[in-house]
């Protein structure tokens, strides 16, 4: 299954209620297990001790929650190619559940249903239902509402841009409230 071409702002609004699949299925091996260990100094041994894990309970080391978590960036950017945006941001994660494991080796993969897309400060704001499962598996291994925040490349019709380059917003467009320190 091919990515879907995204064409800017336009093209992620026409994708509300719509469903997209990641391609091709992602490894989760023991590799890449253990980079995630290091990197957040999570070394339980269900994860990264194969040997006391092939006598534990799923008969192998699995994959950290979070890990599985942390690759709807990149399931995603493999089901959806967006053009003509400046960048993305992670904004956000809603009721996220782990509801199985993801053993070392398993392949995994993405069903997005593009619950909203609405208009936010400097661009988009697109919530996602994502349903991560595992090859293999009848029922999804993780599920979690994911929002991301894409960000234009020019100002919008609600912005002017000033001769020095600086973004300015016009005098009908909301402004963020400051809130000013007691402590000074």
Not at 51 to 57: I, K, T
Not at 100 to 106: L, Y
Request: include cysteine; glycine fraction near 8%; proline fraction near 5%.
């Amino acid at each position: 299954m091919a990515a879907t071409i995204v064409q800017g702002f336009s093209g992620l609004r026409a994708l509300e209620g719509h469903e997209l699949v990641s391609a091709p299925w992602l490894r989760v091996d023991q590799r890449r297990i253990d980079a995630f260990a290091a990197c957040t100094d999570d070394r339980q041994w269900i994860h990264v001790d194969p040997v006391r894990a092939g006598e534990g309970p799923y008969g192998g080391t699995i994959a950290h929650g979070y890990l599985v978590l942390s690759l709807i960036p990149v399931l995603w950017h493999r089901s959806c190619h967006i053009r003509e945006v400046g960048s993305v941001l992670n904004y956000g994660l809603d009721r996220v559940r782990f509801l199985a494991p993801v053993r070392s080796g398993a392949r995994v993969r993405a069903r997005f249903s593009i619950a909203s897309v609405r208009a936010a400060t400097f661009g988009l704001r697109v919530a996602l239902h994502v349903a991560i499962e595992a090859y293999g598996s009848d029922a999804p291994v993780c599920v979690a509402d994911a929002i991301f925040l894409y960000l234009g490349t020019a100002p919008t019709h609600e912005q002017e841009e000033h001769p020095n380059g600086a973004i300015r917003r016009s005098a009908d467009s909301p402004r963020r409230v400051r809130r000013s320190s007691s402590a000074r």
